[in-house]
């Protein structure tokens, strides 16, 4: 599982992804076995959380860290980075 993994590595050499292009590292996550249903790396966001999909399900984002920047709430990033509806990290 995805949150087994990030939690492995975490704090180093630390778990990350990409989201348009930089380097966007990840915090702890909390898998949602009754969460949305989202393709692998699709991003779905409310105000107050940010879930990816998975292989296994979607996963609530905890903190994330964006390139040359500190570490934060992931709803906070997305009020910031403002992701498009289907977009998706990883790619």
């Known amino acids: 599982m995805v949150d087994r993994r990030i939690r492995g590595v975490t704090p180093a050499p630390g778990a990350w992804t990409t989201w348009r292009g930089e380097r966007l590292r990840l915090g702890p996550v909390t898998p949602l076995p009754d969460g949305p249903d989202l393709a692998p790396g699709?991003?779905?966001?409310d105000g107050r959380e940010v879930c990816v999909g998975t292989g296994n399900g979607a996963v609530r984002l905890g903190e994330v860290q964006p390139a040359g920047k500190r570490m934060f709430p992931a709803a906070d990033w997305a009020r910031g980075a403002r992701p498009a509806a289907g977009e998706r990290v990883g790619t």
């Open 42 to 45: 699709e991003l779905a966001v």
